[in-house]
């Protein structure tokens, strides 16, 4: 609609190349409201995040010394923006999806695994 107006329909026959300069635009001009749901649902649960994104990747970062704590915050908020991304009609493929824990309290590598599969499977 344009002024009142409202054009016929008609069939789309072109569309924007995965590639193109449009393309990442158009991603991030869909994707944005995702985010900020996100970090308002994280703000609303006082879930301590920071969350990064890169066009089509995403990064938490949790600044926590219980591991267990960080585990239940990562388990949260990867059911949050998972939902949210289905909702928007949008999929997450849980077996690309990287997780990372650094701690210096588990010098030796022997650091206990996250645990994440409840939501859509193995994912490390």
């Known amino acids: 609609m344009w002024n009142n107006y409202v054009s ?12 193109s300069a449009l393309s990442l635009i158009f991603s991030t001009l869909y994707i944005s409201p995702i985010f900020h749901i996100f970090e308002n649902k994280t703000k609303n649960l006082n879930i301590p995040i920071l969350f990064l994104s890169f066009i089509d990747k995403g990064l938490f970062i949790f600044q926590e010394k219980s591991f267990e704590k960080t585990n239940a ?25 990287k997780i990372f824990h650094f701690s210096r309290l588990y010098r ?17």
């Open 8 to 19: 016929p329909l008609f069939s789309i026959d072109i569309g924007v190349e995965q590639g």
């Open 108 to 124: 030796n590598s022997n650091s206990p695994s996250l645990d994440l599969s409840i939501i859509g499977g193995p994912i490390l």
């Open 73 to 97: 915050l990562l388990f949260c908020s990867y059911n949050i923006i998972s939902s949210l991304f289905n909702q928007f009609g949008l999929i997450i493929k849980h077996r690309k999806f």
